[in-house]
């Protein structure tokens, strides 16, 4: 971990968002933010306490408001920070900044106060990634879970499996420093079953930190089919707008259109595709490609077929997936059959999972909505925490390494292997708190916060 010494130049940010407000705030931290603060505000400061008053420059009055100090280590970063809290202006809180970095600070970059807080050990890695999803999150499950995952929830349950793992590592590598003792160490039935134990709390783990990564990432949902069945008005009544044109005119829509909503908490990018069909309208066909594009890179794609259509669901379904370059029997099909108010029954023969709507008369849609849920696979009513793409994959690699561990300790002669495969299971866990980082990990996580925060 770095030393806060390192990191302490002046840096300031508006810290409120863009936009008119009534109160707006700019925050400055590092060393000398007291007596750059003093000075603009011609006021003395003391910790912790709100002191109102007026903000200058050049000696012309900008604003007044109040100004709070807090002091190292005591701070959201853990250096000397001063927050200014004035009125939501952006012209003013510009005006404010402009003064702030004429007299020594600087420009904060995007995360870059986060950042500080995590090198300077106020948190560690998934929670200061925590404090974006919570800030960025789309429903209240996300939030209560970003706030868990913020308090460290997540965080614990990573450091007890790479406490376990540790002590592992610390026994297989006294096995290798010292080959000459009597009793076989790895031959030791203790060693095989902890490994096992720790890839049981792994797979566990990886199951709920699956979920908090729908919870704060979603997933994306494409509406594929023919023309003219509905699949522009199917993405309507789930937006609950009339964000797609509908009409009677095949070929209507052609470029792809994206709404985002919530479906039980989750945040779901929903996508509306030009029908797909042969045809020589050069326009339509970059539609299709688009469409056929889109497909590959959802995590569900809806198959909109017509009910009025007497049709073999499974053959339509297979002909559309040869039109759009897709797996006959993509596990990621769900199959709506929409326009249920133009048939008296249903008698449906399919292997897909299929669902019966009425884009029309919104039958049928909440259970959509459920179907949609369970293909995504989003079970968790109350997901424990929130997480991210890479807290996945670092787990997946820790998974993986912790097999080949097992694998080399069948084989006996393998005693250097485990002892790797276990380091690399430990860093991976390392890389989700960040007790192991990259420089340019660091520098792609912080990147994508705000700036101010
Ligand atoms: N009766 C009935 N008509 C529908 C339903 N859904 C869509 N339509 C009609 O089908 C036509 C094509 O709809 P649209 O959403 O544009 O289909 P798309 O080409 O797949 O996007 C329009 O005239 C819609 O009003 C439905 O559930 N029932
Ligand atoms: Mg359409």
Redesign the pocket.
Known sequence: MVSAGLHSDLIAAVATPPGQGGIGIVRLSGDGAQSLAEKVTQAKLKPRTAVFTKFFHAGQVLDEGLVILFQQPNSFTGEEVVEFQGHGSPVVLQQLLNTLCEQGARLARPGEFSERAYLNGKMDLAQAEAIADLIASASATAARAAMRSLQGEFSARVNALAAGLEKLRIFVEAAIDFPDEDVDILADHQVSTKIQQLRQQLADLLGQTQQGRLLTEGASVT?L????????????VLAGEEA?????L????RDLLKVDLIIGGMPIRLV?TA?LRETSEQVEQLGIERAQKQAQLAEVILV?V?A?QDQDIDKEVSRLCVLSELRVGDKRILVVV?????VSHMDINTTYAVCH?????GDGMEILRQRIQQHVGFVAQETPFTARARHVDALQVASAALQQAQYGLQNKHETEIVAEELRLAHNALGEIVGTVSADDLLGKIFSEFCIGK
């Open positions: 509406l089919g023919a023309p003219n069945t509905g699949k522009s008005s199917l993405l309507n797609a044109i509908v009409t009677d095949p070929g209507t829509t509306d029908g909109v017509d009025s929409n326009k249920q108010d133009l709507v009425s884009a029309k008369t």
